[in-house]
Structure formats: C-alpha cells, structure tokens
C-alpha cells in the first residue's frame, strides 16, 4: 500500500510494513491484527474519499470491536496523531478480517481506481 502514489502515509501497531509482513508469514500471524490505517496523498476532498469509501463490496463501514469482517472508516488525522495534518486532513483505518484476502485487496485497488477518478 505505501507503494501507491496515493497513499502519503501508512501506520500499523508496530515495526514497518516489509518487516510485519515477513513476522507475519514466519511467525505464523500470532498475535497480528489486519488493523491499519493510511492517509491519502493531499489534494483529496471528503467528497473523493466518501467515493472512494461508498464503493467498498467486501468492507463495512465502521470500526472493529474484535470481529472478523473487514471494515473502513474514515478519521480526521489531527484528532488522533497530533502534528499530521488539519482538519481536512482525513485518515482511513481498515481493519481486514478473514475473507479472501485477493477478494480484499481486489476491493482497495478498486477504490483506490474510485478516489483518484473523483479528485
């Protein structure tokens, strides 16, 4: 995801990306959680993001509290990591819960393809 020319920053409880990754897969996911969040490069109104968002198939909306679905919810970056933007600066958490995880990150792409067509 950090890939992604519009992704500006990804934070996940923990080490970087790369190395989480790699735990994951050799430690067999114990105590891993698919719970992250990113923040759009700027230039992204609300509007593209609800867009982006609107589109989701195999995420709910709304925020984990220990279950299994995959959900995404938007938040202002400010209230939550002081120092990383304004109000308008918006943040998506995601929570990826055990569907197919092709069938999850075909869904991102797709809305990623959504955000950047309604910016």
Do not use: C
């Not at 992204?44 to 995959?70: I, V």
Request: aromatic letters at 12%; charged letters at 25%.
């Amino acid at each position: 995801m950090s890939g992604r020319g519009s992704v500006g920053h990804v934070d996940r409880k923990g080490s970087l990306w790369e190395k989480l990754a790699r735990d994951w897969l050799h430690d067999g996911a114990k105590g891993a959680s698919g719970l992250f969040s990113f923040k759009p490069r700027g230039g992204f109104t609300k509007r593209a993001l609800a867009t982006m968002l609107d589109g989701l198939r195999f995420f709910g909306m709304g925020y984990s509290w220990g279950g299994f679905e995959s959900l995404a919810a938007p938040f202002r970056m400010n209230r939550y990591r002081p120092g990383m933007g304004d109000e308008e600066t918006w943040g998506i958490r995601i929570h990826a819960g055990l569907e197919n995880p092709q069938d999850l990150i075909a869904d991102l792409e797709a809305s990623f393809e959504r955000l950047v067509a309604a910016a």
